[in-house]
């Protein structure tokens, strides 16, 4: 919670106004009963007509008054709970964007999404309320007490004996269901994540023919939620009635001593109705706190989430900065130096005693079983992730001397997974190098042989693509993330299986073209015709590095490259490849 109220600091003088005009209007509130107690015994039981005019008027007037400072306290706490919400979403989601690769992984997608929307939400209601009626629940409490005691201590007496068993019984409540409602927030996270791969995945959904399983899937975790939900609320629902029925017991008490002490002459009628006034009024601020129970609990749980994530290690500086804030690739040689890599909390290495060199501007093939490690290996030279052991340089530098802002700007990426986003065709291949000349995207979608297809649609680089580039085909999707890699001129390269639905013509055209470009390409492929030029060919193996060098000295000298090479060309292919 610390971290939350951290927030509120800078908007402490709206805080301190919503507060206390609040106050005012409490204070006028405590007053009325003492006002009507005033009408009932100096104005109606006389008969006196210009008291209880006079005394009307004043109830009337401040009425009016604690109105307008309500109105106001509510403009100041709506304005303070908003720019809260505003913030902590920010301060939030720049977070997240600074967390080091394998701490987002460490969070769900969905988590986060929930923290961002759901569980800010929470926090910024309950401020809303907190700021109206935390303190005005207790003061009114308190003030109501005092003031029955004023207007007859006996009387109030019995007001004094309700309301601590009450307020304990509310502790109580609060402590049990923050539990219940962390519960609500975990499973709503379950539902937000089975509901965005559902969305994302609609259309494997629909060809697997999986949409009642789903369904089921999503029925089961929403069913949890609800069930999660229903006893937090019940928890909480149960204050209310209980609070009630105490409060209507003490009243009925109030008015049976009150009788008695009329008859005995010691209390006046206006002096009960004032007791029986206050009563109500504390009976009201309970039932209010008992919602507020609800909401702080909700919220106290939202907050520790929020916590969690704002109290996260971002990537520390010196790993994005670089030792020597140098970063820039000039020609763009790697060489890996018996580079070990394991994922963080797994128990065996990906990588093992990896070591080849690229020379700049070379064409380096990697080629391996699913799950080989290949991806792991363009992460390591992105430093998404860093080696365990060993070193790997880039022009001579380690990678981890770099700055990364300068390295990943040097670098063009094409993941395995196309992403494009919605916006037009333009947009999105100068995504990431806003300041791409028209001149220079040309060039970039010509070369990633995808040129001919923008100008034969009707918008052209104008036009717009949906939702993750609903509108393209596989392969068009591929080329256009293509050509974002290259606009920027990269020195390196990464294609991760970025060519996997181009037809083997197209292919070799893009191999051609970027061939003739300067920078260095490393190509992860599954396909033996798109390593046959490679300056370079990396065999992966469950991790390890078990053949490297063109292709003839290795489809003479490496078994497993031959069948691979056999299982894709036949083994007449295998005879002229080795001629
Ligand atoms: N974020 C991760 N955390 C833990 N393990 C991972 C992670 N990413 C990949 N792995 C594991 O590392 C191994 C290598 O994965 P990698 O993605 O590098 O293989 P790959 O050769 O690129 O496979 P593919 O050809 O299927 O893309 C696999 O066993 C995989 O399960």
Redesign the pocket.
């Known amino acids: 919670m610390k971290q939350i109220f951290q927030f509120l600091k800078v908007y402490r003088v709206a805080a301190v106004m919503a507060v206390f005009l609040m106050l005012v209007e409490l204070t006028v509130e405590l007053v009325q009963p003492l006002l009507i107690s005033k009408i009932i015994d100096d104005g109606i039981a006389p008969g006196d007509t210009n008291v209880v005019l006079l005394w009307s008027g004043v109830l009337v007037a401040g009425t009016l008054f604690a109105f307008g400072a309500g109105i106001l306290s509510s403009f100041y706490a709506s304005h303070v709970s908003q720019s809260l919400g505003y913030d902590i979403r920010e301060k939030l989601y720049g977070k997240v964007q600074s967390f080091s690769y394998a701490v987002f992984?460490r969070f769900a997608t969905s988590s986060l999404i929930t923290r961002l929307t759901n569980d800010v939400t929470q926090v910024q209601e309950t401020t809303f309320m907190g700021l109206r009626f935390m303190l005005r629940v207790p003061l009114v409490v308190i003030g109501s007490m005092i003031m029955a005691l004023v207007v007859h201590a006996e009387l109030g007496f019995l007001l004094l004996l309700t309301v601590p068993a009450l307020f304990l019984f509310i502790v109580w409540i609060v402590k049990k269901a923050a539990k219940l409602f962390n519960r609500v927030q975990q499973r709503l996270d379950a539902v937000n994540g089975v509901m965005q791969e559902n969305l994302g995945g609609m259309r494997l959904i629909r060809v697997f023919v999986r949409r009642q399983l789903e369904a089921d899937r999503f029925a089961k975790h929403s069913g949890e939620l609800m069930q999660s939900s229903t006893s937090a609320l019940r928890l909480t629902e149960i204050t209310l009635p209980f609070i009630v029925l105490i409060m209507n017991a003490g009243i009925i008490a109030v008015l049976w001593f009150g009788h008695l002490e009329i008859g005995a002459g010691s209390a006046t009628t206006g002096e009960v109705v004032a007791i029986v006034n206050y009563s109500l009024r504390t009976a009201g601020a309970l039932s209010a706190l008992s919602m507020l129970v609800s909401a702080f609990s909700r919220a106290r749980a939202s907050a520790q989430r929020l916590e969690e994530a704002l109290l996260t290690d971002s990537e520390s500086q010196e790993r994005t900065q670089g030792k020597q804030g140098v970063g820039y690739i000039d020609k763009g040689g790697i060489a890996f130096e018996k580079v070990t890599f394991q994922?963080p909390d797994?128990d065996a290495p990906?990588l093992e005693n990896i070591s080849f060199e690229a020379r700049p501007g070379e064409t380096v093939a990697i080629l391996?079983a699913?799950?080989?490690?290949?991806?792991?290996l363009m992460q390591l030279i992105l430093r998404l992730y860093e080696e365990d052991k060993g070193s790997i340089r880039i022009d001579g530098r380690n990678v981890r001397d770099m700055d990364l802002r300068q390295l990943h700007d040097s670098i063009g990426y094409v993941p395995?997974e196309v992403l494009l986003f919605t916006g037009t065709i333009r947009e999105n291949i100068a995504w990431g190098f806003d300041d791409a000349s028209m001149e220079q995207i040309i060039e970039a979608a010509k070369k990633a042989q995808i040129h001919d297809t923008i100008v034969q649609l009707p918008s052209g680089y104008d036009t717009m693509l949906g939702q993750r580039g609903i509108n393209l085909s596989g392969g068009q999707k591929q080329r256009i993330s293509i050509a974002r890699a290259l606009v920027r001129k990269p020195a390196i390269l990464l294609l991760d299986?970025s060519t996997s639905a181009l037809d083997v013509a197209t292919e070799a055209a893009l191999l051609q073209a970027l061939g003739e470009m300067s920078c260095t390409t490393f190509l992860?492929t599954q396909k033996i015709s798109s390593t046959l030029n490679a300056d370079l060919i990396l065999l992966?193996d469950d991790g390890h590095l078990i053949a490297q060098g063109k292709h003839k000295p290795l489809l003479a000298t490496n078994d497993l490259y031959r069948r691979i090479y056999e299982s894709q060309f036949g083994e007449e292919g295998s005879h002229v490849g080795r001629a």
């Open positions: 992984n994922y797994t990906v391996g699913t799950g080989s490690g290949k991806s792991s395995q299986d992860v992966l």
